[in-house]
């Protein structure tokens, strides 16, 4: 008898477990209708399909779940178990988990349906005032270009704004460093002989770019002769 009661705890376990995957599987299904970009107002076949499947699964789980209970209940040697207490427990959990995944799946997808409904109310009641009144849609056109335009305007005032912020920055750039030159010019003429070693380093500087250029010209001369 307690081979026969186990036995059946096994499979009545195992086909948890097997249900338990599918409705994991199922709800990923479900859940993806609530990320659409754009939820229809009404549920598609599609997805009425996707729910009662979730449903129907956990259905099934709340069966098979009770029916473990009750041989808990019923066969002494599998109620002084406490692993299968524990294993029975963990089941009643997932399945109350998976219980408020589909209501939050189901809540997620009424309240976007009535934000969308909602919208496309507003919308109609526009375009219904609109057709009404023409003269107030032409207005309120207007008004749109206008406030188009002044967005335009304020985005070339910052740009502008900005382009003589980096000017100004580089004119106090530009007094910096001529300060700068000058202050080393002033303290070089003050300095007894500075003046004449950077006149002499200039000098050896021009001359050693004229022979450099005559050399150049006579290599330049040389080539064209012999050429």
């Known amino acids: 008898m307690a081979t026969t009661a186990g036995q059946g705890w096994a499979q009545l376990r195992q086909?948890?477990?097997?249900?338990?995957?599918?409705?994991?599987?199922?709800?990923?299904?479900?859940?993806?209708?609530?990320t659409q970009a754009n939820i229809p107002a009404k549920p598609t076949e599609e997805e009425k399909n996707a729910e009662a499947r979730v449903q129907e699964l956990l259905d099934k789980r709340e069966s098979v779940v009770a029916q473990l209970g009750r041989l808990l209940d019923s066969e002494a040697t599998l109620t002084s178990s406490a692993l299968k207490q524990n294993n029975l427990a963990l089941l009643r959990d997932k399945l109350a988990d998976h219980r408020r995944d589909l209501a939050r799946l189901r809540a997620t997808l009424q309240e976007a349906r009535d934000r969308a409904n909602l919208l496309g109310s507003v919308r109609d009641d526009i375009s219904a005032y609109r057709a009404a009144n023409p003269a107030a849609a032409e207005a309120e056109y207007m008004l749109d270009e206008r406030a188009r335009l002044d967005r335009s305007h304020d985005a070339a005032d910052s740009v502008?704004?900005?382009?003589?912020?980096?000017?100004?920055?580089?004119?106090?750039?530009r007094e910096t460093l001529a300060s700068i030159n000058r202050r080393i010019t002033l303290a070089a003429s003050q300095v007894p002989g500075i003046n004449?070693?950077?006149g002499r380093i200039s000098a050896k500087k021009r001359r050693d770019g004229i022979i450099m250029?005559?050399?150049?010209?006579?290599?330049?001369?040389?080539?064209?002769f012999f050429l």
């Open 213 to 224: 250029g005559s050399f150049i010209a006579f290599c330049f001369l040389v080539f064209w």
């Open 15 to 34: 086909q948890a477990r097997s249900l338990e995957s599918q409705t994991e599987t199922s709800l990923q299904t479900y859940s993806q209708f609530s």
């Open 196 to 198: 004449a070693l950077i």
């Open 160 to 173: 502008l704004s900005q382009a003589y912020a980096v000017q100004d920055s580089f004119a106090l750039q």
